[in-house]
């Protein structure tokens, strides 16, 4: 498989109709070289630390008020 030319994070506040859309744009994203991240995090990762040094080139921020008002998101934000 190649290897997705983009690498784009997902932000956004954790709900099932968000990631059923996050994989449907996923889905939609990848047959044009890009790779949407949701939630890449790996068993036993420090989600704070991991949340700073996400490797991407892009970012999808779903807004909403429990997005804008997570930590989470604002620290996602940031790293952008």
């Known amino acids: 498989m190649k290897e997705a030319d983009i ?3 997902l932000t956004h506040k954790c ?7 996050g994989q449907r744009l996923r889905d939609a994203l990848r047959e044009h070289g ?3 991240l949701i939630d890449p995090f790996r068993v036993g990762d ?3 630390t991991r949340m700073r ?3 991407f ?7 909403s008020p429990e997005s804008i008002a ?4 604002q620290l996602e934000l940031r790293t952008a």
């Open 57 to 63: 080139d892009a970012l999808v921020f779903f807004s």
């Open 70 to 73: 997570s930590q989470p998101c």
């Open 7 to 9: 690498k784009c994070l």
């Open 15 to 21: 709900s099932l109709p968000v990631h059923q859309l």
């Open 34 to 36: 890009i790779q949407l």
């Open 46 to 48: 420090d989600v704070q």
């Open 53 to 55: 040094t996400f490797d």
